[in-house]
């Protein structure tokens, strides 16, 4: 049996109180109504029982009222969170900080009981007219529903006031916000554009992901040994996020997660010959130039794609990067065109998703077999990829009709 533990005049001390004599402090340690472990200090006993009956009472109130169903959007998101202890840190803070910036400060005010389904596709719809994408708004979708589906199981609330508002604005916004592969000859007038002085070191990186359709965290994780030059082969088998790691002065830094995406982004993947000419371009420009990748990561170490202090590339870099040679590339190109008196050739604003996204349609275009291009590009629902085969068989369709007429086949 523990032994009583008593203060400097023999008071016996409850559960979770202590007494530090080396400051002459009393101690009480609790766990909060959301999961995290809090402290309370007092140089009286007493004051600090007052303290600590408070404590318990603030604990029954919110719990009353969340369970009376007028608890505020942001408590409840704090006790689902609290819930979810298999969350990796990169994860819970990407959570924390994507809440903090677009529910926490206004929408999350509301009491759950007040919020109604057009509550939340007004919200939806507000969020887009800011200028947010439809991803980003989904990842706002992704943190509320599941908040509201754990009050609906707990009795507080009938029904999940965001079921189906994520669906509603996609379908509203699916012409203007669908995502478009870069067409062959865009992606040869990029990746030409690459071969000057200026932008020549970036073409390795960009061929090497037009060529794989690897996800930029799987790109930015690559490392020499997850190469096989013998038999042309790349391993998938992880991936390094950058994140937010304090919450209170917005550091980042960067993670390893073991495995790809998902399951079935663990995978093999064969090297095109541009794929491997490109690895051999980066090898060499790092010798010649006297750069290499000099960060160690979760115990890994040898990336392939470094910047020239030898630290990881991270996607929002890269996406900017991307934009500045579109943007240069369609000023020269304006220019050419006047001089030639044609029509000039322009690129559209792309990302580094667009370019898994193109790569993915280039296979489309040339394999049928459905499971291999789901298991070249990690897809973990296949309906991922029939979506992509489906826009590139409508578009082939419209070609060969297009080819028929000018044929005088019929």
């Not at 200028?131 to 992704?142: M, P, Q, R």
Request: one cysteine or more; glycine letters at 6%.
């Amino acid at each position: 049996m523990m032994a009583t533990r008593r203060d400097k005049l023999g008071r016996v001390l409850r559960k979770g109180e202590c007494y530090k004599r080396s400051n002459n402090l009393y101690v009480y340690a609790y766990t909060d109504s959301l999961g995290k472990r809090r402290y309370i200090y007092s140089k009286d006993l007493m004051s600090l029982r007052d303290k600590e009956d408070q404590i318990q009472k603030d604990k029954l109130d919110r719990l009353g009222v969340y369970c009376i169903g007028k608890a505020d959007i942001n408590y409840v998101f704090d006790r689902y969170l609290s819930t979810k202890n298999n969350l990796r840190g990169p994860t819970r803070a990407n959570y924390i900080y994507n809440y903090d910036r677009y529910v926490r400060p206004d929408f999350g005010k509301k009491h759950i009981s007040d919020v109604r389904y057009s509550d939340i596709v007004l919200y939806y719809n507000s969020l887009m007219n800011q200028g947010l994408g439809i991803s980003t708004v989904d990842n706002v979708h992704s943190l509320l529903h599941p908040a509201f589906e754990m009050a609906v199981r707990d009795n507080v609330i009938r029904n999940n006031p965001t079921n189906g508002a994520l669906a509603e604005i996609k379908k509203s916004r699916n012409n203007s916000e669908k995502r478009h592969a870069l067409t062959y000859e865009e992606e040869r007038a990029f990746l030409d554009y690459l071969d000057d002085d200026k932008n020549r070191r970036w073409k390795p990186l960009f061929t090497f992901m037009l060529g794989t359709g690897v996800r930029v965290s799987e790109v930015m994780g690559l490392r020499w040994c997850d190469l096989d030059f013998d038999q042309r082969e790349i391993s998938i088998n992880h991936r390094i996020v950058y994140y937010q790691k304090n919450e209170k002065d917005h550091k980042c830094g960067y993670d390893v997660l073991d495995g790809a995406k998902t399951e079935a982004g663990i995978r093999m993947i064969p090297m095109l010959d541009l794929v491997y000419e490109a690895l051999l371009e980066e090898k060499n420009n790092q010798k010649k130039y006297g750069y290499h990748s000099i960060v160690e990561v979760g115990g890994m170490k040898g990336f392939v794609f470094c910047n020239r202090n030898g630290g990881i590339h991270n996607g929002s870099t890269l996406n900017r990067k991307i934009k500045n040679i579109v943007d240069d590339y369609n000023a020269e190109e304006e220019i050419k065109a006047k001089r030639e008196h044609r029509e000039p050739i322009l690129l559209p604003r792309f990302s580094c998703h667009i370019m898994r996204h193109t790569f993915c349609t280039r296979l489309c275009e040339n394999e049928t077999n459905i499971k291999v291009i789901q298991s070249v590009m990690g897809h973990k629902d296949i309906q991922t990829t029939l979506d992509i085969y489906a826009e590139v068989s409508e578009k082939k369709k419209i070609d060969v009709f297009k080819s028929l007429n000018q044929s005088n086949v019929l």
